[in-house]
C-alpha cells in the first residue's frame, strides 16, 4: 500500500537558518506529492506541490523535487522566518480518492 | 461559505454516549473527506464522499463511526458510544475535482471523551 514517511520533530532553528524536512514515499504507479502546513489554530492549507518526477513545487519561499530515483520529496527553504513555525506534512495521491499523509513535522523558528 | 466549516469546533463528552460532528463544505465542491488527526499518529483517512454516495469508507475503525452527507453539500460524522481512544481531532476537508489532491481543510472539530 501507499505510505509516506517524515522526519520525525520538532525541528528547531534559529530565523534565517536553512531548512530541510526529509519525505519519503512508498507508492504503486506514478503518484503526485504534496506538502501541507498546518499554522498554530488553523486548519491544513496546501503549500506546494509536484505531479510528476523531476517537477519542482514551490511557494512562500519552500521548495520541494520530485525524485523518483530515490522515492523523495524533500522540502527545504534557504532561510526561514519566525512566521513559518507550523507542522508540515508530506502526503501522495496515487490517482484514487483519498491523500496519504505522512506523521507531520512541527519545525518551531526562533528569533 | 468561504471556506470548510466545521461545528463543534469543541465537544467533551462522556464515554458511552454518541457524538455528531458537522461538516459544510466549500459550495461548489463535489468530493468531500474526514480525517482524524491523533497526537503522533498524524492524519488518518476515514471516509469520502463524491456527491451523496461515499465510495470509499475503507478507513472507518469500526462500525460504531458512520457517516452520510445529503444535498451533496452538509456532511455528518456520529460516533456511537464513543471510547476514549476516539479523542482526536476531527478534520473535513473538500475539493472541487475528484483525484487532484488538492484538499481544503476545516479546523476541525476536537473530540475529548472522559
Known amino acids: 500500500g501507499n505510505s509516506v514517511t517524515q522526519m520525525e520533530g520538532p525541528v528547531t532553528l534559529s530565523e534565517e537558518a536553512f531548512l530541510t524536512i526529509n519525505c519519503t514515499y512508498t507508492?504503486?504507479?506514478?503518484?503526485?506529492l504534496f506538502w501541507y502546513v498546518q499554522y498554530p489554530g488553523e486548519g491544513l492549507q496546501l503549500l506546494l506541490k509536484?505531479?510528476?518526477?523531476?517537477d519542482k513545487g514551490s511557494n512562500k519561499g519552500f521548495e520541494a523535487t520530485y525524485r523518483k530515483e530515490t522515492t523523495s520529496f524533500h522540502l527545504e527553504k534557504g532561510s526561514v522566518q519566525v512566521s513559518d513555525s507550523a507542522v508540515y506534512f508530506c502526503?501522495?495521491?496515487?490517482?484514487?480518492?483519498?491523500?496519504?499523509f505522512g506523521k507531520g513535522t512541527m519545525l518551531l523558528v526562533s528569533p | 461559505g468561504a471556506g470548510v466549516s466545521q461545528s463543534p469546533s469543541n465537544k467533551v463528552t462522556e464515554k458511552g454516549k454518541d457524538v455528531e460532528l458537522r461538516c459544510d463544505p466549500i459550495?461548489?465542491?463535489?468530493?468531500l473527506y474526514w480525517y482524524r488527526q491523533s497526537l503522533g499518529q498524524g492524519l488518518e483517512f476515514l471516509i469520502y464522499?463524491?456527491?451523496?454516495?461515499?465510495?470509499?469508507k475503507s478507513g472507518l475503525p469500526s462500525d460504531r463511526f458512520s457517516a452520510e452527507r445529503t444535498g451533496g453539500s452538509v456532511s455528518t460524522l456520529t460516533i456511537q458510544r464513543t471510547q476514549q481512544e476516539d479523542s482526536a481531532v476531527y478534520l473535513c476537508?473538500?475539493?472541487?475535482?475528484?483525484?487532484?489532491?488538492?484538499?481544503?481543510f476545516g479546523e476541525g472539530s476536537r473530540l475529548t471523551v472522559l
Open positions: 476537508a473538500s475539493s472541487s475535482r475528484d483525484y487532484t489532491g488538492e484538499l481544503f
Open positions: 507508492a504503486t504507479g506514478y503518484p503526485s
Open positions: 509536484a505531479t510528476k518526477a523531476d
Open positions: 502526503a501522495l495521491n496515487s490517482g484514487y480518492s483519498t491523500l496519504t
Open positions: 459550495s461548489g465542491h463535489t468530493a
Open positions: 464522499f463524491q456527491g451523496n454516495s461515499a465510495p470509499d
